[in-house]
């Protein structure tokens, strides 16, 4: 999606309403700086806020998300090119929060073994020294469940006995049996407990 395009569309829309961004704001109950926002592509009308200013513009919500009047011979074919480029986009930032959530992981594996390291260098054997690997440990926990929350969030988990893609909650993600990003979960389709693959697409 073209944001530049889609504020520019709402621009020309509301001075065809005769709506200064204020007024226009007042009616969607947002901040005129928010309607700013929009028409110089900087941010996205929210899914709450589409519909209202849909039907305030007098423009459907695919018009809204191309960023054009659509004349009518042409609707299926930008149904189509909206559909894909909003696949296109959901792929992209899945795949950002991935590298995310490995990048996390491999910063925090490297930071405990260097710590670690560290520890064992510096720290006579004693109380000092579990107290500081302890703290290491749990120091290197926080993040690992901040990356999990982000692999949850992304993609789906695909049943081996029939194929279907399990989205769990964060709990069961966290309390099933994993190797790596493949975690033994029960598949609400067949019912089976197997060791379900992660996958990006939904």
């Not at 709450?48 to 074919?77: F, H, K, Q, Y």
Request: hydrophobic share 45%; proline share 3%.
């Amino acid at each position: 999606m073209d944001q530049l395009k889609i504020g520019k569309f709402i621009a020309e829309c509301r001075r065809e309403h005769r709506l200064t961004q204020l007024q226009l704001a007042e009616k969607l109950g947002i901040t005129d700086k928010a309607v700013s926002k929009w028409e110089r592509g900087i941010a996205m009308p929210d899914s709450s806020a589409m519909l209202p200013l849909c039907d305030i513009l007098g423009i459907s919500v695919n018009e809204l998300l191309i960023g054009e009047r659509m004349i009518t011979e042409n609707v299926n074919e930008k149904n189509e090119q909206l559909l894909l480029e909003m696949t296109k986009e959901l792929e992209r930032k899945n795949n950002t929060i991935w590298c995310a959530m490995w990048t996390i992981m491999t910063v925090s594996i490297i930071g405990l073994l260097g710590g670690l390291a560290l520890v064992a260098l510096f720290l006579p054997e004693g109380p000092w020294m579990l107290v500081a690997i302890l703290a290491l440990c749990v120091l290197f926990l926080i993040p690992c469940f901040f990356a999990l929350k982000l692999e949850v969030s992304v993609g789906a988990y695909k049943c081996k006995g029939c194929g279907y893609e399990i989205v769990p909650t964060y709990m069961q993600a966290l309390c099933a049996l994993h190797r790596g990003t493949t975690r033994y979960l029960k598949c609400p389709c067949c019912g089976k407990r197997t060791w379900c693959k992660k996958v990006l697409k939904k």
